[in-house]
Every structure is written in C-alpha cells, then in structure tokens.
Nanobody, 126 residues
Framework: QVQLVESGGGLVQPGGSMRLSCEAS????????ISWFRQTPGKEREGVSC????????FYRDSVKDRFTISRDTAKNTMYLQMTSLKPSDTAIYYC???????????????????WGQGTQVTVSS
C-alpha cells in the first residue's frame, strides 16, 4: 500500500524559511516524477514545483522561483520542499504527490499524479 506522510508545516513570519518533508512507503520514488501542490480555501489546487525522477530536472511556478527548492533523498525515500523568503501569499495547505507512470518528465498538471500526501498547513504571518 502506497502512503505519503508529510511533515514540517506550521507558522512562520514573513521572510522566514521552512522545510516540508514527505516520506513515501510501499513505493520507490526513484524513477517517478514528484511534485508539491498547494491549495487555499475556495481556490483550485495549484502546482508549486516538480522534479523528474529519471534525470533530476526541476520546474517551479514563477511565483516561487528562486525561493523554493524541491529535492529528494532516494536512500530515505523522502522528498522535500525548502521554502525561503516566505510571503503571506504562500499561506496554504501543501501536498506532496507522485506521478502514476514511471520515467515521465514532470509537470504541474494535477490529474497525472496518482498518490497524494495528507496535506500540511503552512501559515506565513506576523
């Protein structure tokens, strides 16, 4: 059974940093695209960043470029989202996700991701 368990959310001041983790079990991350999405009340879930499993290439939405970094530790079967220079507009529930098909290049289309974490709240506020 595939399970993704997220951790690391909470309250942070504007300009601060935070790292989200997502540990996978019952599944190997290695060859699959991984991604982070976020959602605020009343809005669609939006893709934040993704990483292609077979070549490690990354992609970011414009609003988080140069502030967020997606990574993975294959030995720990865990993915991360390092967030810096956080803004109130980054406040959301963040979800990790894994592609349904191996060896595809990543993108931020929600429908291609088969496995999702439970979500973790990130609040950026003074």
């Amino acid at each position: 059974q595939v399970q993704l368990v997220e951790s690391g959310g909470g309250l942070v001041q504007p300009g601060g940093s935070m790292r989200l983790s997502c540990e996978a079990s019952g599944f190997r991350l290695d060859g699959y695209a991984i991604s982070w999405f976020r959602q605020t009340p009343g809005k669609e879930r939006e893709g934040v960043s993704c990483l292609t499993g077979w070549n490690g290439k990354t992609f970011y939405r414009d609003s988080v470029k140069d502030r967020f970094t997606i990574s993975r530790d294959t030995a720990k079967n865990t993915m991360y989202l390092q967030m810096t220079s956080l803004k109130p507009s980054d406040t959301a529930i963040y979800y990790c996700a894994i592609d349904s098909v191996e060896f595809r290049s990543c993108d931020l289309l929600r429908q291609r991701y088969a496995y999702w974490g439970q979500g973790t709240q990130v609040t950026v506020s003074s």
